[in-house]
């Protein structure tokens, strides 16, 4: 049964609302979407490159392809409450371990009401939750780099945009229109937050104090919540500007940038618009692999790009300091 759900405030609560990022609420939808087998026209730029370092390392009939179903709940203890504005992935990985196995199980077996039945894995880990959790940890680590850590910088130019469009708006119009803004099943009346079209209740007395607002991109239409006592609740949502995530960049000013960094480490900024290995980037660019590690080795040593490991290559990235004097150039 579908019912509207009210979430009380207290001056408390309302004083203790806060925006937060979190690696690990894009890491359940994001696995979700590769996994569907159905294209995403927003994301499929992203999927088509992902999927198959994700096939070849296994993690498709893995833990998460067991823990994370097509449809349906995921469990809570794999999006703990963010303990800062930001928390690296390692930091939630950290949660995750330190989880108390009466909550795994007790999710575990919210999960097999949902499901029916849990896969082998799962009935390790409801078995022995202090010994699995590494197991699993261990596989999002792995998830992390071959999935989104190449991808960071992008996405967390987006999640940040949304974060500062917000905190304006509550600025110059308070949290009221900040919440009615927030989606359309989202509404602030009468000093309480009103969420249509969910299946459950959403009390105070089964959510912390406060509330934790987790923009994200891949997180589809629809809202997440996460309610787990002592923790504030977690109301995440689908951030803005995410139908441009994957659009190529406009062109940047190419010798305007070369004149400060070389012609060779500017074209590697330039075709690194999606992540490469160095046999790719040699190839795509005409220079020697060896030319390309060294450059590559310069490029990281001054923060412009990131290593990632996936299989027996590494995946370089822009960062976000690269973005920013990719997009300085071109103005």
Known sequence: MVVLAALAFSARDLAQVRFALSPMWEIAPSFRLLTSGTPHPVHRPWADQVWPRVVAAGLDRGWLAELIPPTGYVPDFLNPAPAGPAPTPAAE??????????????????LARHQGTLGPRLRTLHADPQ??????????????????????????????????????MVAEHGAGHLFNDLHTSVSWDDNGLRLARRKQPLTRETAGTGLLLIPSVFTGPGLRTRTTLPDPPQLVYPARGVGSLWTPRPGTQTSTLAAVLGR???????????????????????????????????????????AHRAGRSVLYARTTAAETLLQAASA
């Open 93 to 110: 990985q950290d949660a995750i371990l330190a989880s108390p196995a009466d909550r795994v199980r007790q999710d575990l077996d919210h």
């Open 131 to 168: 010994t699995r959790l590494a197991k699993v940890t261990e596989e999002i680590g792995t998830y992390w780099e071959l999935a989104l850590a190449p991808y960071w910088a992008r996405i967390r130019e987006v999640l940040d945009a949304d974060i500062f469009y917000r905190a304006r």
């Open 264 to 306: 060779s480490r500017t074209l590697l900024l330039t075709e690194l618009e999606t992540p490469a290995s160095t046999t790719q980037l040699a190839h795509r660019t005409g220079l020697s692999p060896a030319g390309v590690s060294q450059y590559l080795t310069a490029l990281r040593n001054a923060g412009l790009v990131s």
